[in-house]
């Protein structure tokens, strides 16, 4: 059974830091792309950041380009998202999600599994 189990999610105030981490089990996990979307509050889930197979592509939202890095550590089936400079708008709550196929483009229907999601709330 696959599991993908997000942590790292909280308060914090604008221009403030916060590292999610996703632990995934059940899976080849360096077989999968692994990817982060978020969901604001009556919004819509929105890609955020991707990282390919071995870690040598990225793929991010423009709005978070210089604040936010996806990392992962293979040998620790875990993907990471450093978020830094946070804003008010970047509240949501964020999940971790695995697509079996290697694209440039990340909708969220094209992902096989998903988290349950962290929320992530900056104050103003």
């Known amino acids: 059974q696959v599991q993908l189990v997000e942590s790292g999610g909280g308060l914090v105030q604008a221009g403030g830091s916060l590292r999610l981490t996703c632990a995934a089990s059940g899976l080849t996990f360096s077989s999968y792309v692994m990817a982060w979307f978020r969901q604001a509050p009556g919004g819509e889930r929105e890609f955020v950041e991707a990282?390919?197979?071995?870690?040598?592509?990225?793929y991010y939202l423009p709005s978070v380009k210089g604040r936010f890095t996806i990392s992962r550590d293979n040998a620790k089936n875990t993907v990471y998202l450093q978020m830094n400079n946070l804003k008010p708008e970047d509240t949501a709550v964020y999940y971790c999600?695995?697509?079996?196929?290697?694209?440039?483009?990340?909708?969220?229907?094209?992902?096989?599994?998903w988290g349950k999601g962290t929320l992530v709330n900056v104050s103003s």
């Open positions: 999600a695995a697509s079996d196929t290697d694209r440039d483009l990340f909708p969220p229907q094209a992902m096989n599994y």
């Open positions: 990282i390919s197979r071995c870690g040598d592509k990225t």
